[in-house]
């Protein structure tokens, strides 16, 4: 398994004092999403602070009494601009959001996750940019379910896609929440959600992932439209040296790079551009049960 970032050069992003957070409060898990000439981004506040490794309870600190949320403007190079105010209550209640634009509404979709162990429930939230800030206009509660790492399709009709195992894709659409269709999808056996599924060339495309011997592993996944077939490329890691978690939630397009925030063992966050070319070329069906 390759380490993308002892190939492919990466920028570190740190916006504690952008929006004026402790820096012993991790935040990361970024999503992003085009938005006039930069860039859109989600950014969560972990629920706990970091203590060095000789402090007593090691890396994790004492918890914070929730997590949150921050919305902002970056340009191309993910510079700061500006901190965005949202007016959604219960931001906290999700885990990990991903971003969509249409026209002038924001998609922000999010996992409730304060159900309990394995039942988590999707919620889209459709924003409107207006007085530099988020409203939000119109939410869609969806079912319970098993799985959490989901993906939003690029579509225009509101579009998820969850359940990424044993070969299958669970179906579901915001604008009738309670029906899910199981469809038969070729070539994902035990992969995972992580970014949303943009339009690339004639399909789309979507960074994935699974855990492999508790070591994350990533992989982009190319769909064809119909989302009935996919080839997955070679898996990679992130910086496997000093940790063995990395994800990313959210990621860009443009022409043929990848744009991806990548959060690190949950502490700090990394931005690649990835050339997907190089990925496709790699692209294969896969059978991990060898």
């Known amino acids: 398994m390759i380490d993308i970032s002892k190939k492919y050069p ?56 929730k997590r949150a949320y921050f919305f902002a403007l970056v340009d191309k190079n993910f510079r700061f601009l500006r901190k965005i105010e949202c007016d959604m209550e219960n931001l906290d209640l999700f885990e990990d959001f991903r971003l969509l634009k249409y026209g002038n509404i924001v998609q922000a979709s999010g996992t409730d996750v304060s159900l309990g162990q394995n039942r988590y429930r999707m919620a889209s939230v459709d924003f409107e940019m207006a007085d530099g800030a988020l409203h939000a206009i119109k939410t869609t509660v969806f079912p319970v379910i098993k799985e959490k790492n989901y993906m939003p399709v690029e579509d225009g009709r509101g579009i998820f896609v969850s359940d990424m195992m044993l070969n299958s894709l669970n179906v579901v659409s915001t604008s009738n929440p309670d029906k899910k269709t199981m469809q038969r999808c070729r070539g994902l056996i035990q992969y995972r959600g992580s970014s949303q599924l943009l339009r690339y060339r004639d399909g789309y495309v979507a960074l994935v992932h699974l855990k492999r011997k508790n070591v994350y592993a990533n992989a982009f996944a190319f769909f064809d439209k119909a989302l009935q077939q996919c080839r997955i490329s070679d898996d990679f890691t992130v910086f496997s040296d000093v940790s063995q978690i990395n994800f990313c939630c959210g990621m860009a397009i443009e022409g043929d790079e990848a744009v991806i925030p990548v959060c690190v063992h949950d502490r700090w966050t990394h931005l690649f551009r990835l050339p997907l070319a190089d990925f496709a070329m790699t692209a294969r069906w896969r059978d991990l049960n060898r």
Do not use: T
């Open 10 to 65: 990466s920028v570190e992003i740190d916006f504690h004092e952008n929006l004026g957070v402790e820096k012993s409060i991790p935040i990361g898990n970024m999503s992003i999403c085009p938005f006039g000439s930069g860039y859109l981004v989600s950014i969560r506040q972990f629920n706990y602070k970091i203590r060095r490794k000789d402090e007593p309870g090691g890396w994790f600190g004492g918890f914070l009494e």
